[in-house]
């Protein structure tokens, strides 16, 4: 299971760290990552981290503004959020899989979203 938790309110130009524990094992091949949803829009994909190795990928929108890191010996997966802008308000999801894809079919565990909202 996946907890995701972090968000909150947030001026823009702002940052926020989000955190995701994972309760269980994971295996050494998983894929975790985080995802995103506007209202009433489907989920898009946000980043993504090999949960062994330091490859991560990021959607346009937010590369360079947002890393992704976990903590192993702690099972937590972290979305490090900077230059927040009102457009990255949204419910953010984390997930994992065991494929290396930002499509949100290819994850098959799935937290509980964490509401994100930044002021202009």
């Known amino acids: 299971q996946l907890q995701a938790s972090g968000g909150g309110l947030v001026q823009a130009g702002g940052s926020l760290r989000l955190s995701c524990a994972a309760s269980g094992r994971i295996f050494s091949s998983s894929v975790m990552g985080w995802f995103r949803q506007f209202p009433e829009k489907e989920r898009e994909f946000v980043a993504l981290?090999?949960?062994?190795?330091?490859?991560?990928y990021f959607a346009d929108s937010v590369k360079g503004r947002f890393t992704i890191s976990r903590d192993r010996p702690e099972s937590t997966l972290y979305l490090h959020m900077n230059s927040l802008k009102p457009e990255d308000t949204a419910v953010y999801y984390c997930?994992?899989?065991?494929?290396?894809?930002?499509?949100?079919?290819?994850?098959?565990?799935w937290g509980q979203g964490t509401l994100v909202t930044v002021s202009s």
């Open positions: 981290i090999r949960w062994n190795r330091d490859s991560t």
């Open positions: 997930a994992a899989g065991s494929q290396y894809s930002s499509r949100q079919y290819d994850c098959n565990v």
